[in-house]
């Protein structure tokens, strides 16, 4: 590979990098968000049986 | 329907990405004087474009908030203000890259574009400064409302200014031969990289803004059930 | 009208009295300008142009207006009389005008002693340099006290306002050093005008959001 095809290539590539990496921070997220929604269930759960 | 406005987005960005990237890399013919590395061209620009689609689009949401004061306006131009700066960050690696293999160097302060973007990129972070040292509520949204449009009127005027530093700061301008001359194969595939691009920032943003609204609601319920 | 620019000289008044009594903004800038140039001298290297002195002044006075500026909302806060204001039945852009007419007051005393200073120490003082400055001074308070509105309101204060000022104030320090240095000022000053009169219309009409509930 020349030395010019190698620099193109790395900048398509950095922005794949960075839109791969967003979609892990947001896996991150979302599982955070599941185990919430499971918490507040559970928390609506007991409310609906102590009432 | 808001869900399959965002798989109607990311299939959209997908299908246009790979069939612009892909006539970036096989089809388009090599520039005259500059050769292979001007493909650059094709993801460089349109994401610089597209960043400053973001920033346009958060000040849009900005005025609609001030003007409404909905506070729903808040988050959408949060998360678009965020879209603008992952795109600007990108526009400032991929300028770099395209200044070291054009001229050698990573940088260069003649590059017009790549100052303005260092510019709103101080911007930017200084809006997420502001947000993370107040405390959330209407005064939040309003304060980063007025600083969202402050940085869309700098845009111009950054750009005035770094025109005028030309001559004075930095005599060294590099020039290149690029966007003026577009061949029809060229202006295509530079297109569909750009309307990808910007279909792109479109999904991501819907999925972010809807996992905030998500956050937010959960915060709500949290709150009814204790 | 008339009520409006009452209520601006009535706030305008308030705080220069204010400073004519406590003494401690306005020393301090000037101490601070001064005490930067003499650093410069250690940080300007033997063979440099003196263009490059002009350009260190502009950066010292950028930071003797977030001086200024971080003590500009520090008394009301101190005293929750922001609260007070804000509730008055005036135009709240007054009180945007009238802080913003004593920052200028404040840059310009500092300045007075600065600009000698300079002219002193490294290079002449051109009526283009003054002018400059004093267009400056304008864009410097007027989108430096509504930024300062906003740092008041974080926690972060001190640390915010420059984060917020120094991005915004980068044109000016082109058409400052431009009109200092360039052999044709006339196009830098006209830059700083077009700056100042964009972006203090902008933070006059912003201003009531800012402070605003």
Known sequence: MTSAEKYVTAAYLVVLAVVLAYIVIYAFKLSRLEREVSELAELAKRRKDAA | MPNSRAVALAAAAAGLLLVGITLAFYWVPNAPLEGFRQ???????????????????????????????????????????????????????????????????????????????????????????????????????????????????????????????????????????????????????????????????????????????????????????? | MSAYLGDVATLARKDLLLELRSRDTVPAMLLFVVSTLVVFNFALPAGASPDAAYGLLWAALVFTAILGLTRAFAAEREQRVLDGLVLAPCDRSTIWLGKAIAVVAFLALAEVVALPAFALFFEPVSWELVAAVVLANVGFAGVGTLLAAMAAASRARELLLPLLFLPLVIPIVVGGVGASIADDPGRFLGFLALYDLIFAILSWASFEYVVAE
């Open chain 2, 39 to 226: 493909r650059i061209f094709y993801i460089h620009v349109p994401i610089a474009l597209t960043a400053y689609a973001c920033f346009f689009w958060a000040a849009w949401k900005a005025l609609r908030l001030l003007w409404t004061r909905d506070q729903r306006y808040d988050l959408e131009s949060y998360t678009a203000v965020h879209m603008g700066v992952i795109f600007g960050i990108l526009t400032l690696v991929t300028g770099s890259i395209w200044a070291r293999t054009s001229w050698g160097v990573w940088w260069s302060w003649g590059e017009r574009q790549l100052v303005l973007f260092l510019v709103l990129f101080l911007f930017y972070s200084a809006y997420f400064m502001l947000r993370f040292s107040v405390d959330p509520g209407p005064r939040r949204a309003s304060m980063s409302a007025v600083y969202a449009l402050f940085g869309v009127v700098l845009i111009p005027v950054s750009f005035l200014a770094i025109r005028l530093a030309e001559g004075l700061i930095h005599p060294v301008v590099f020039d290149r031969d690029v966007g003026s001359n577009l061949a029809g194969s060229q202006l295509l595939t530079f297109l569909i990289c750009f309307a990808g691009m910007l279909a792109l920032a479109g999904s991501l943003y819907t999925n972010e803004l809807t996992g905030k609204r998500i956050d937010d609601r959960l915060s709500e319920l949290r709150e009814a059930l204790s």
